[in-house]
């Protein structure tokens, strides 16, 4: 019956589409694999997360974590097993629904990513305690809006931000959302977004005059995945006539129509968005959030089908037949770092410094492929 419904769903894609999608229960074949590698790595959520190229340990509820669970709880929502949501929940009540070091003053966006899954959690089993607002509460009520000084700050923030406004029905924790967004795209060192490229330099220390070394403008894969990412995920959660929904629209749109220009012939996405040749080769992490953007703007009409489905097809069947080890372990991730030249090498066997994020992104976009 699968094989049927997509082969309805699909049949509006353009000549030009070599390739066929993986069969829905495929996708979830594959996402069950790739997750329960994950879990029988991690048996107990609690446990601190081993930095293995400084031998380090950080807290099981840092950024990378917190990721790991976004796409956990996307999962959960086309495979509702009981094992998932138990899984989120011993992780997020052991850490008393708290941030990161139990810090209530953090201004620092990783510290709270974790919000996200708690109100995830909250709308499904809701009870106060799991619906941490002290560190939203002061966000909202001082001044600053010049946190975000790193584009990956913004999907670690913002959809926490717009989660709680919605959850809660205040106005202001989206507003300020929007203008925090806004200051890092239009203002920070001039304004983080390019809108010439519509692409983004990951920070200030990326703004021209800094080159890649073929000349051109340094745009980051994973850094603009972050953005795309935080743009699908406060979409998902404004209604139509939400104040700003038409410009966070307009960036998801014309970010992944400038994508699609970078798309290597293989389906992947390079380190470098431009060029190539700086530390050039296969990708996941970048390439898994473009296609969870994609793949979400095609399902609720943002993006036109016919131009992205070739896209999104010929990037997850990448990432499926050449990424996904036979144990579900995932290759080609990039570890953790701010430009190409970190977190290398990415290769087929190469082992990231942090496990988390990587799966995370990976069953965020084969969540919307599915749904698709």
């Avoid at 390739?19 to 601190?48: F, S």
């Avoid at 990326?206 to 979409?235: H, I, M, Q, T």
Wanted: net charge negative.
């Amino acid at each position: 019956m699968g094989i049927v419904i997509l082969a309805v769903s699909f049949g509006a894609l353009s000549a030009g589409a070599a390739e066929n999608l993986q069969p829905r229960d495929e996708v979830l074949k594959t996402l069950i694999k790739v997750n329960d590698h994950y879990l029988r790595k991690h048996p107990d959520p609690l446990l601190g997360i081993p930095y293995y190229s400084r031998k380090k340990v950080y807290e099981a509820n840092i950024w990378t974590r917190a990721v790991y669970f976004e796409g956990l709880m996307a999962l959960h929502s086309i495979y509702p097993a009981n094992r998932y949501y138990d899984y989120a929940y011993k992780w997020a009540d052991g850490f008393k629904w708290g941030m990161r070091r139990d810090d209530t003053t953090t201004r620092n966006a990783d510290n709270y990513c974790a919000t996200q899954v708690y109100i995830d959690l909250y709308r499904l089993t809701p009870r106060p305690e799991m619906l941490t607002k002290a560190i939203m509460n002061m966000l909202v009520n001082t001044p600053q809006i010049d946190d975000w000084t790193w584009i990956d700050a913004i999907q670690m923030g913002m959809p926490a931000l717009v989660k709680l406004s919605v959850t809660t029905g205040d106005a202001r924790y989206a507003e300020k959302a929007y203008d925090m967004y806004t200051w890092t795209r239009n203002v920070l060192a001039g304004g983080l977004y390019n809108s010439k490229d519509a692409l983004w330099w990951r920070d200030a220390d990326f703004v021209p005059p800094y080159k890649e070394p073929n000349g051109r403008d340094c745009y980051w894969s994973r850094g603009n995945g972050w953005v795309v990412a935080a743009l699908v995920r406060v979409l998902d959660e404004l209604p139509a006539d939400a104040p700003h929904r038409s410009e966070y629209e307009r960036d998801l749109k014309d970010m992944c129509a400038a994508l699609v220009k970078c798309q290597r012939e293989d389906g992947f996405w390079n380190v470098s968005l431009h060029d190539a040749s700086n530390f050039g080769g296969k990708e996941l992490t970048g390439t898994s959030l473009f296609v969870y953007g994609m793949a979400w703007g095609v399902r609720n009409g943002l993006l036109d089908r016919d131009k992205y489905m070739p896209v999104i097809v010929k990037a997850w069947n990448a990432m499926v037949n050449d990424a996904v080890h036979d144990n579900g372990y995932l290759g080609y991730v990039q570890g953790t770092g701010k430009e190409p030249k970190d977190g290398q090498p990415v290769a087929y066997d190469s082992k990231p410094d942090f496990d988390d994020y990587g799966t995370g992104c990976f069953l965020l976009a084969g969540t919307e492929v599915y749904k698709l």
